[in-house]
């Protein structure tokens, strides 16, 4: 017997929903009818229609992550997940340019700065000091904010070049650790 998986029932459910709808007009009611679930299904796997945005993108990056091989570069990996936000282009641009509840770039926010303050400690074996933190949440805040103006503005750029303006605007102080 197949086992569905829950959460990216849902997932799949809010990218699909997000053809036709706004994100911000699809209820967890249109989730659970167009899944042909329980309100309560939802709530065990989500805490709100948030939690399932930033799963979609999470489980996306994983998934782009496991396609990468020893060696590749941060530009192969940006390409990769421009070209996930391409392949499901209105739910990521409805997702990433809303603010407030339910935004994408929060959620992306957070992660990447996350990310890349455990990367600088494991590289260092230090603990990251506030002035590196800083310009870790500078960089990431810019290239969301760029990243949104590129969905807003119809993604026209190729993932490669906006890859390459990303990787082109890294500050100084934080290119050795992203190598």
């Given at each position: 017997?197949?086992?569905?998986?829950?959460?990216?029932?849902?997932a799949?459910?809010i990218?699909?929903l997000?053809?036709?709808?706004?994100?911000?007009?699809?209820?967890?009611?249109?989730?659970?009818?167009?899944c042909?679930?329980?309100r309560?299904?939802?709530?065990?796997?989500?805490?709100?229609?948030?939690?399932?945005?930033?799963y979609?993108?999470?489980?996306?990056?994983?998934?782009c992550?496991?396609?990468?091989?020893?060696?590749d570069?941060?530009?192969?990996?940006l390409?990769?997940?421009?070209?996930?936000?391409?392949?499901?282009?209105?739910f990521?641009?409805?997702?990433?340019?809303?603010?407030?509840?339910?935004?994408?770039?929060?959620v992306?926010?957070?992660?990447?700065?996350?990310?890349?303050?455990?990367?600088?400690?494991?590289?260092?074996?230090?603990?990251?000091?506030?002035?590196?933190?800083?310009?870790?949440?500078?960089?990431?805040y810019?290239?969301?904010?760029?990243v949104?103006?590129w969905?807003?503005?119809g993604?026209?750029?190729?993932?490669?070049?906006?890859?390459?303006?990303?990787?082109?605007?890294i500050?100084?102080?934080?290119?050795?650790?992203?190598?």
């Amino acid at each position: 017997m197949l086992k569905l998986d829950t959460k990216q029932v849902f997932a799949d459910a809010i990218v699909e929903l997000c053809k036709t709808k706004p994100l911000e007009k699809i209820t967890v009611q249109n989730l659970t009818d167009f899944c042909g679930a329980g309100r309560q299904t939802f709530y065990n796997h989500f805490k709100d229609k948030e939690d399932l945005v930033g799963y979609v993108f999470i489980s996306d990056e994983k998934k782009c992550i496991a396609k990468l091989e020893k060696g590749d570069t941060v530009k192969e990996q940006l390409v990769l997940i421009l070209n996930t936000f391409m392949e499901k282009k209105q739910f990521y641009i409805s997702a990433y340019i809303t603010h407030g509840q339910n935004s994408l770039g929060d959620v992306i926010f957070e992660h990447y700065v996350d990310y890349y303050v455990k990367k600088i400690a494991e590289k260092t074996e230090n603990e990251v000091d506030e002035n590196l933190k800083n310009a870790i949440r500078f960089y990431c805040y810019g290239s969301i904010g760029f990243v949104r103006c590129w969905m807003k503005e119809g993604m026209r750029l190729s993932s490669e070049k906006m890859a390459d303006i990303i990787i082109d605007n890294i500050p100084e102080r934080l290119k050795k650790y992203l190598d």
